[in-house]
Nanobody
Framework: VQLQASGGGLVQAGGSLRLSCTAPGGILLSDYAMGWFRQAPGKEREFVAAISWSGGDRFYADSVKGRFTISRDNAKNTVYLQMNSLKPEDTAVYYC???????????????????WGKGTQVTVSS
């Protein structure tokens, strides 16, 4: 397993969670632009957020702007997704992904990812 997402759970609407994406397989996440995607039951997987190699550029889906923050700590080889003001419609399995070229993930496209992590379930109750 090259990527692993963790930190999901059950939270009430308005609450917060922080997801982490690590690389147990040993890849260096600093070699990749990174993204978070999510898939709700019965829906297609969708883009949530992306971050450039250095963390200087960040991109968000309109549905999460102002509530979610993507960040990375290359020294810890970890990428984070801080989720605040959670809504029931944020309920989904969240996946992290690594893109060595960067062009796909910052455009919110799923194609071209080098690695996908196993997802973590986020459930937001109303």
């Amino acid at each position: 397993v090259q990527l692993q997402a963790s930190g999901g759970g059950l939270v009430q609407a308005g609450g917060s969670l922080r997801l982490s994406c690590t690389a147990p397989g040993g890849i260096l996440l600093s070699d990749y632009a990174m993204g978070w995607f999510r898939q709700a039951p019965g829906k297609e997987r969708e883009f949530v957020a992306a971050i450039s190699w250095s963390g200087g550029d960040r991109f968000y889906a309109d549905s999460v702007k102002g509530r979610f923050t993507i960040s990375r700590d290359n020294a810890k080889n970890t990428v984070y997704l801080q989720m605040n003001s959670l809504k029931p419609e944020d309920t989904a399995v969240y996946y992290c992904a690594a893109d060595s070229r960067g062009s796909a993930v910052v455009a919110g496209r799923e194609d071209g990812m080098d690695y996908w992590g196993k997802g973590t379930q986020v459930t937001v109750s109303s």
